[in-house]
């Protein structure tokens, strides 16, 4: 599977952005989907999962409430809706997919997209 994610830039704080994860390859509607992140100088973080439905989801505490994963498995793509976005958002952000739902091993990574939330 390969994945890429797209639709970073630059957002003001308070603001939205929604990011997409294409795949190609074979289809994702098996994959648990994740999302992750890593800012400048620091250790890749999860932001958060959706089982391959996309019927169940959980998230960091750090974004709980206000990012939400969503998905069409017609269109082989996921989706993060960031909402209320904080300059701590800012980051790396990538997807990746993997087959156990609720565990931390994704079998494949996409390429990240710069999100960038100013003050």
């Known amino acids: 599977v390969q994945l890429q994610a797209f639709g970073g830039g630059l957002v003001q704080a308070g603001g939205s952005l929604r990011l997409s994860c294409a795949a190609s390859?074979?289809?994702?509607?098996?994959?648990?989907m994740a999302w992750f992140r890593q800012a400048p100088g620091k250790e890749r973080e999860f932001v958060g999962a959706?089982?391959?439905?996309?019927?169940?989801?959980y998230y960091s505490d750090s974004v709980k409430g206000r990012f939400t994963i969503s998905r069409d498995n017609a269109k082989n793509t996921v989706y993060l809706q960031m909402n209320s976005l904080k300059p701590e958002d800012t980051a790396v952000y990538y997807c990746?997919?993997?087959?156990?739902?609720?565990?931390?091993?994704?079998?494949?990574w996409g390429h990240g997209t710069l999100v960038t939330v100013s003050s």
């Open positions: 390859g074979r289809t994702l509607s098996r994959y648990t």
């Open positions: 990746a997919a993997g087959t156990v739902y609720g565990s931390m091993q994704f079998d494949y």
């Open positions: 959706a089982s391959w439905s996309g019927g169940s989801a």
